[in-house]
T-cell receptor
Framework: NAGVTQTPKFRVLKTGQSMTLLCAQDMNHEYMYWYRQDPGMGLRLIHYSVGEGTTAKGEVPDGYNVSRLKKQNFLLGLESAAPSQTSVYFC????????FGQGTRLTVV | AQSVTQPDIHITVSEGASLELRCNYSYGATPYLFWYVQSPGQGLQLLLKYFSGDTLVQGIKGFEAEFKRSQSSFNLRKPSVHWSDAAEYFCAVGDPGGFKTIFGAGTRLFVKA
């Protein structure tokens, strides 16, 4: 069972570059989420989706965009990366119990 | 507004000793409560959850937690800690919709021999 798979696992970007993080789940979940994790701050919700074709803003959405074109995939985009976006990004799926991917460590220099 | 407080940033216990990790929440209605564990370099794994009913809930890996409404607390306990329990633990509060789960800042557990 793959569960929730995130790619890539690590990435270094230069300020101003763009990238897309991919999340795939094989549990047929309607709900999917993107979080960022920073030291001492726990996990903060960036965006979420309650079904294919839907997205909504979370707690810290600025600088990020998302798309949910297929039920199993949830993409997180950074159009113009900034050093403040250096973080570990987690994707999760599920409604009441969240299943997490292993994370993407992103460094913006 | 919803919030979750984990008062202890880190805790050190001896292997075999008992453990209690504290969690306090603020929520306007009956909360859904969770404890997750994160091992280094890994994602979060659900340890246990409380939705309703018996206020003492059992989870995986020998953990349990008790919901105390009067104290707005959901503390995590384990009678005897193993070295493999060293990790970071997150308390979370959510609503029935599931998409407004708020996480605490985490408590890092160190286990000494």
């Amino acid at each position: 069972n793959a569960g929730v798979t995130q790619t890539p696992k690590f990435r270094v970007l230069k300020t101003g570059q763009s990238m897309t993080l991919l999340c795939a789940q094989d549990m047929n979940h309607e709900y999917m989420y993107w979080y960022r994790q920073d030291p001492g701050m726990g996990l903060r919700l960036i965006h979420y989706s309650v079904g294919e074709g839907t997205t909504a803003k979370g707690e810290v959405p600025d600088g990020y965009n998302v798309s949910r074109l297929k039920k199993q995939n949830f993409l997180l985009g950074l159009e113009s990366a900034a050093p403040s976006q250096t973080s570990v990004y987690f994707c999760a799926s599920g409604q009441l119990e969240a299943f997490f991917g292993q994370g993407t460590r992103l460094t913006v220099v | 507004a919803q919030s979750v407080t984990q008062p202890d940033i880190h805790i050190t216990v001896s292997e075999g000793a008992s453990l209690e990790l504290r969690c306090n929440y603020s929520y306007g209605a009956t909360p859904y409560l969770f404890w997750y564990v994160q091992s280094p370099g890994q994602g979060l794994q659900l340890l246990l959850k409380y939705f309703s009913g018996d206020t003492l809930v059992q989870g995986i890996k020998g953990f349990e937690a008790e919901f105390k409404r009067s104290q707005s607390s959901f503390n995590l306990r384990k009678p005897s800690v193993h070295w493999s329990d060293a990790a970071e633990y997150f308390c979370a509060v959510g609503d029935p919709g599931g998409f407004k789960t708020i996480f605490g800042a985490g408590t890092r557990l160190f286990v000494k021999a």
